[in-house]
């Protein structure tokens, strides 16, 4: 249940759920409009700009290509729909303002949440906005300056047979990159996520070692399903984010270290 502010006391009262519904539907028009508007502005006046985005971790001269002397050869990709490129552009266009709008989301998001906690729950999580978006940030730039060029590179090259020429379809390419690099900016929270069920007494870093070998399982089956079908990307991805599992046992200690004192 939210709460707000009364104008003429100091303390919090709470809404009724008509109250609480009203909020809730200001919030999301506020992060439709916004979506729309960058949507609007990446769409009209960023056309190549956007779409070179998304192609270029493809070229030579991308900087991890450059870095780790990856030669990906020219990709000769393909629309085989007769609206294909207009869908291409507007995936594209899209996956851009949600990720320049999710800061704004987020905050959004809070401050509907915000009311409802205690003080001292504000005073632990006053941070959580930032530390939800350079989370977010991160993952999306580790997946398109690593996973998305190596995993091209791979896959490019890769030959089954001289006798096969390689007929990209441009979807498969774009919902590949735009696809793997949402993702992990979505499973990079998960060291906030521990940190919240840790903080309400769900799990426990005892918890989290007992269950490590489920963990691996399930990162691995999760790297399988946002990267591209091959071992190397999957490595890639599951190094990373069996790292942010044992830094969540970390951050699960010293929430119990913190409760204990």
Not at 131 to 154: E, M, Q, T
Not at 162 to 172: A, G, L, M, R
Request: aromatic share 14%; net charge neutral; glycine share 6%.
């Amino acid at each position: 249940m939210a709460f707000r502010k009364n104008e003429d006391e100091s303390e919090d009262v709470q809404m009724t759920f008509g109250e609480h519904l009203d909020e809730l539907r200001k919030v999301l028009m506020h992060i439709g409009i916004a979506f729309i508007l960058l949507f609007l502005i990446l769409f009209i006046f960023f056309k190549g700009d956007i779409i070179n985005i998304v192609f270029y971790p493809s070229e030579n001269g991308f900087i991890t290509n450059r870095l780790f002397s990856l030669n990906v050869n020219h990709l000769d990709l393909y629309n085989t729909k007769i609206a294909g490129q207009f869908m291409l552009h507007i995936k594209a266009s899209a996956v851009g303002a949600l990720v320049i709008a999710f800061p704004y989301i987020i905050g959004q998001l809070w401050g509907f949440i915000k009311p409802a906690l205690s003080q001292a729950t504000k005073r632990r999580t006053r941070l959580i906005v930032w530390k939800i978006v350079f989370w977010f940030f991160l993952g999306v730039a580790f997946s398109y300056f690593v996973i998305a060029p190596i995993g091209i590179n791979f896959l490019a090259n890769y030959e089954a047979s001289e006798t096969i020429n390689n007929i990209i379809d441009v979807s498969s390419y774009v919902s590949t990159v735009l696809g793997v690099c949402l993702a992990a900016g979505l499973v990079f929270q998960l060291p906030l996520l521990i940190r919240l069920l840790a903080s309400i007494g769900i799990i426990s870093s005892d918890w989290l070692k007992k269950n490590r070998k489920i963990a691996i399982v399930v990162i691995l089956a999760t790297s399988a399903l946002i990267t591209p079908p091959d071992v190397i990307s999957q490595l890639l991805i599951f190094v990373p984010f069996y790292g942010l599992y044992e830094y969540g046992i970390s951050i699960a200690k010293n929430i119990e270290k913190q409760n204990a004192d």
